[in-house]
């Protein structure tokens, strides 16, 4: 009690929650250009965080070890941020030199100084009223590439905006937001390339991967994520099923700079639980894609769930990472699906390595050699409804998985829960919701066993796990100080030993942490910044 008071009293009192003008617009500081090259080792400039995973590896993993198991009870609140707009924060802000961008819900942005929380500029974007959006008001993050951020919104638009004075540089609609499109989701910058996706799987839409222009904003390619007529692939929806078909693409994917490849996931099939009107595996839905950065060409693929009926989208952060598997050194891509199934796959080839339950299922018996699911018959949704795990929100699902160069142990928020799927039949309608069904809980969520786990990607093996109760959806960051960040949904926010899982430090911040950690430092300090309900909170060491 005497720790939440004190942390009440910081929050109350810090600087960053008052301004003399709140509507006074101010420049920042001067800071180096993000050229690509800095983006290519972004790991070794570990006091910024200049893209949404930290680094196009997608490791969530900071060189940073000022703060490390030996200290790391020494933690203390530095100064927060509070979002005007009431509404969950899902946001992981970038540092660029001790400048900090954040993105707020729904879509807007703002600078603030990364030492102290106080604003420099801000951006808001005008929403039309008429949105009509599947899971919530909200944005991940930013890119950046030289001066100019690239920001996401939920009307489906992609905005550049100035680093330096928050003017808009340039805005163009990506889709149309009235049939459904939205976007919620950080770019990535691909050379001189912003690469994003699209949301809106619920909606009947068909699913693209987009890469424009960084200084004009004018599209270079679009790669659709589910094949047209004529296209390989098209014969896996039957009828016309592919055009309302879903595979959206609303996480943030990954980059090789090495093979010129990108790696970025898709959503489920729509409608989502109704698979009589859409026969067949539904390429490219639930899958892994590996895209040419220049051109977007489908270099090869894998789908997790052919014909997925539980709405199991694909659309984790992959990771990548080269280790030794099997006495031979290989170039991996890691990931743990949301139907419940870890999967180590060679990233330059998309062939199946390795794969095992990380969460409690009930639908496949197993994979096969070639990492396809050996199926449990009798389990697709029924107009009855049918018990079934993992549940809709999966094994695990959008939040960002994490990766040690220490420990070499993969990272991520599981849960072992149920649930009882139907389906119903549903005629597609233009900007209306097409999902064909839906599912619920005959028992409450705290019923369920979740916790954070750690893989071996070698073998797929759970090497230990540290309970969490409720279910949690935050990402997770790991450190050369041996530290494994994370939060959960009754508003803690914790650090474990990333070798063991042992607790070594918590603090309670009242509200459901939805999003993942971040590590920077300024000056030789090191911080540590959480989104936690409709605050932006940065830690460090006790001066």
């Not at 592919?242 to 994917?253: H, L, P, R």
């Not at 994370?486 to 042992?502: K, Q, W």
Request: net charge negative; with cysteine.
């Amino acid at each position: 009690m005497k720790r939440l008071a004190i942390l009440l009293s910081l929050v109350i009192f810090n600087p960053a929650f008052t301004a003399e003008d709140p509507f006074e617009t101010v420049m920042t500081p001067a800071f180096s250009p993000i050229t690509w090259e800095r983006l290519i080792n972004a790991g070794d400039e570990p006091e910024n965080w200049l893209m949404y995973s930290g680094t196009l590896d997608a490791q969530r993993y900071s060189q940073l070890d000022e703060i490390n198991t030996s200290n790391v009870t020494e933690m203390e609140l530095k100064w927060a941020y509070q979002i005007p707009v009431i509404d969950r924060a899902e946001t992981v802000p970038l540092v660029v030199d001790g400048i900090m961008f954040i993105t707020e819900a729904p879509s807007n942005l703002v600078a603030v100084d990364a030492q102290t929380g106080r604003q420099y500029w801000r951006y808001d974007h005008d929403l039309p009223e008429d949105l009509r959006i599947c899971c919530g008001r909200n944005n991940r993050g930013v890119a950046i590439l030289g001066e100019t951020l690239f920001m996401s919104t939920l009307d489906a638009h992609l905005v550049a905006i100035d680093a330096r004075t928050g003017n808009v540089l340039w805005d163009v609609e990506v889709a149309a937001y009235d049939s459904g499109y939205s976007k919620t989701a950080a770019p990535l910058i691909v050379k001189d390339k912003v690469v994003t996706g699209i949301a809106g799987g619920e909606f009947g839409i068909r699913g693209f991967i987009d890469a424009y222009n960084a200084e004009t904003g004018e599209l270079e390619w679009r790669t659709y994520t589910i094949p047209g007529e004529g296209e390989p692939g098209n014969d896996t929806w039957s009828g016309d099923s592919w055009k309302t078909g879903g595979s959206a693409t609303w996480i943030t994917g990954a980059y090789d700079p090495d093979l010129n490849m990108i790696y970025w996931g898709t959503g489920n099939p729509g409608p989502d639980w109704n698979g009589d009107v859409r026969l067949g595996d539904n390429l490219y839905s639930d899958s892994a894609l590996a895209l040419n950065g220049d051109t977007g060409e489908l270099e090869w693929y894998f789908q997790f769930t052919p014909h997925d009926v539980h709405d199991w989208d694909a659309i984790q952060v992959p990771i990548l990472a080269d280790i030794n598997y099997q006495g031979q050194e290989r170039k991996v891509m890691m990931w743990a699906n949301r139907n419940a199934f870890f999967y180590t796959i060679d990233r330059e080839t998309g062939v199946f390595l390795e794969g095992k339950p990380f969460a409690t299922q009930t639908w496949a018996q197993g994979l096969d050699a070639n990492g396809r699911p050996v199926r449990v018959p009798g389990m697709e949704p029924t107009y009855e409804g049918i018990m079934v795990s993992p549940p809709i929100t999966g094994g695990t699902n959008w939040y960002s998985p994490g990766y040690s160069q220490q420990t070499g142990l993969f990272y991520v928020t599981a849960f072992d829960g149920e649930q009882i799927f139907f389906k119903r039949d549903e005629d597609y309608e233009e900007g209306e919701r097409f999902t064909g069904g839906g599912g619920r809980y005959d028992q409450p969520m705290d019923a369920f066993h979740s916790s954070i786990r750690a893989i071996n990607p070698t073998t797929a093996e759970i090497e230990w796990e540290f309970p969490i109760l409720p279910r949690s959806s935050a990402g997770i960051t790991s450190t050369a100080g041996g530290l494994l960040f994370t939060g959960s949904a009754d508003g803690y926010f914790f650090a474990l030993d990333a070798a063991t899982g042992e607790e070594l430090w918590h603090i309670s911040l009242g509200r459901r942490v939805h999003a993942a950690p971040m590590t920077y430092a300024v000056e030789g300090k090191q911080f540590v910044t959480i989104a936690s309900g409709n605050v932006v909170y940065t830690f460090g060491l006790k001066d």
